[in-house]
């Protein structure tokens, strides 16, 4: 059974940075689309970022475009969301997915914390 292990979550200032990291049991396959979603309190799971594992083409919700860079590392099956220009709004509990389509998820990481203060 696949697992995904996120790991990198943190407190930072706003302005500050992070990197997530997420590594996949086993490598993916060529279909599989990774993403990361975010969740506060009393709000549904939201898309951040998602990344074709073929061709490692990139894609973001407009809220973090231009902030967040989500990349791959073949030889360690894992992918990374660094996070630049952290706002308080970023704050919320971010996981892995995977799927096939952008977007979505199927198979999920335990999430990390992260908490962006004023």
């Known amino acids: 059974q696949v697992q995904l292990q996120e790991s990198g979550g943190g407190s930072v200032q706003a302005g500050g940075s992070l990197t997530l990291s997420c590594v996949h049991s086993?490598?993916?396959?060529?279909?599989?689309?990774m993403g990361w979603f975010r969740q506060t309190p009393g709000n549904g799971r939201e898309w951040v970022a998602s990344?074709?594992?073929?061709?490692?083409?990139?894609y973001y919700a407009d809220s973090v475009k231009g902030r967040f860079t989500m990349t791959k590392d073949n030889t360690k099956n894992t992918v990374y969301l660094q996070m630049n220009n952290l706002r308080p709004d970023d704050t919320a509990v971010y996981y892995c997915g995977r799927s096939i389509n952008i977007g979505e998820a199927n198979v999920w990481g335990q999430g990390t914390q992260v908490t962006v203060s004023s």
């Open positions: 086993g490598r993916p396959f060529s279909s599989h689309v």
């Open positions: 990344l074709r594992w073929s061709s490692g083409r990139t």
